[in-house]
């Protein structure tokens, strides 16, 4: 939202389904308009279910768990200018190169290969914007993803794209990429001031939230803790994430406790 209201965005949608009332209070601040999704809709059936709210106004919808400082002004600027009904951000590295592009770099010609037609080359960020005469190719009240939408759109040469590669993107529904924004983005102190780590325990490389406990003993390299969580003595956490409310003891890798 704070990527959002930089350029100049007000009004939001969220689609919520698990914890919807830990939003309650949310958003005073905003004009902030939620959908309950009792069963996920998915990409393509949420974006419909939001039709009335959209009414006749282009969109911006920007996936929840990505971080993003991509310049979205430019996005919304090659929207403007192409006059098709959505434009993809894509980058150009990247683990998932599903997106292929023709040689002005503006059409999508393929995603996943379905079409048959290249391979990827480009990553899609999750971000896009999108006029809504595109929700006419959406099915009203059905789980459906949005791929198919856009594959209609790229066999008449209507899926439009700009790369950004600008900036920070990170897909936070990844667990690598999880942990690799809180190692690398230092949006806060790495310890908390409110947590407890024991002069005894070992913290390397990792981030512990407030109220959190680290006892004597206990060590933590390249990990996350969540705010009042418990890592028991004698511990041994490399590259997990702690969340739950039952405290973490014992040896792990690459796990979620």
Known sequence: MDACTRVGIRRFAV????LPEAWHGFGAENDVTFFHEPILLETGGGLKNISEWIGSDPLLVHNGDIFSTLPLEKL?????????PVTLALRSRGDATHIALDSSGKRVTDIRK??????????????????????GLLP?????????????LVETGLLGAITLDEGIWLDLGD?????QAHHELGLGPAIHPAAHVDSAA?????????????????IVRNS???PRCHVSSESLLDECIVFSETPASGVHQNSDL
Not at 76 to 84: G, V
């Open 15 to 18: 689609n919520t389904h698990h």
């Open 76 to 84: 919304i600027a090659a929207h403007q200018a192409s006059s098709l």
């Open 114 to 135: 379905i079409l048959g037609r290249s391979e990827g080359t480009h990553v899609f960020t999750g971000i896009y914007c999108m006029d809504p005469s595109f929700l």
């Open 140 to 152: 009203a009240g059905e789980k459906v993803s949005i791929i198919p939408a856009f594959l209609k």
């Open 175 to 179: 667990r690598k990429s999880y942990l």
């Open 202 to 218: 070992y913290v390397e490389n990792s981030v512990v939230g407030p109220g959190a406990v680290i006892e004597a003993g206990a």
């Open 224 to 226: 996350v803790v969540w």
